[in-house]
């Protein structure tokens, strides 16, 4: 039988206090220097169960802020053509969200301009995504503005799929999609609240029309313990 080491032993501690109490998500933390004393725990030993703990989705850290107790993972089935509130409404989440910047730009990134089959003007809307009063994703949407001409003059506070649906007639689906591990922009981490550098998960979406024509471009930075990827057809 593995001997248990410092980590180990202290980790079991700090989950029993845990359990004991019964914190409700979102509930903050000691300090580590309070949670040292009420554990008798070294500072070192401490930060790895904390870091354990948060790779396991149990707790999350904002930065300057500190520690809290962190909701169920989002089910999240980037395939899906329903809205982010109406995903979350589905699974007793409180949704609420934000965009930060709505312009047309001339020039987009070469590996975003690479993905549309003809040139022209693109619309840039940056934002972020919420559930239950915490910030899981920042993204980053490239429109083709010549399809959807006004597009972010209609967008106001509606989602991205019924301003296409409604103002222009398009149902689009997912042509392809992209997933990996990478360090967050500086702009992310700062709406998000972490550390800069902080590593999440970038989840790429080309949206098409039904000819095929790649229409919208996301870009989806989403905190580690925030989410689980779930990809089925529906």
């Known amino acids: 039988m593995k001997k248990k080491n410092n980590v180990d032993v202290l980790r079991e501690r700090f989950e029993s206090w845990l359990n004991e109490k019964n914190l409700p998500a979102g509930s903050k933390l000691p300090s580590e220097r309070e949670l040292c004393e009420l554990l008798d725990a070294k500072r070192m030993t401490l930060r790895q169960v904390l870091i354990e703990l948060e790779i396991d989705a149990r707790i999350f850290r904002k930065n300057r802020s500190g520690w809290f107790i962190s909701s169920k993972r989002f089910i999240y089935n980037p395939k899906s053509l329903s809205s982010f509130n109406a995903e979350a409404c589905a699974q007793g989440r409180k949704p609420f969200w934000d965009y ?69 007639g398009h149902v689009l689906n997912i042509k392809e999609m992209v997933f990996k591990p990478v360090n967050m922009p500086e702009v992310a981490c700062k709406e998000l609240g972490v550390a800069p550098n902080t590593y999440g998960i970038l989840v790429e979406k080309h949206r098409a029309t039904r000819d095929k024509k790649v229409v919208q471009v996301d870009f989806e930075y989403w905190r580690l313990e925030s989410v689980e990827l779930v990809i089925r057809d529906e």
Request: overall charge negative; proline content about 3%.
């Open 100 to 168: 930060l910047t709505k312009e047309t730009i001339d020039t987009v990134p070469h590996h975003v301009e690479d993905v549309f089959l003809s040139s022209g003007d693109r619309y840039l809307v940056t934002g972020w995504c919420g559930l239950d009063s915490h910030k899981v994703f920042y993204h980053e949407s490239y429109i083709d503005a010549d399809v959807a001409p006004g597009f972010i003059n209609k967008l106001g506070n509606q989602s991205f799929a019924s301003v296409w649906e409604d103002a222009f």
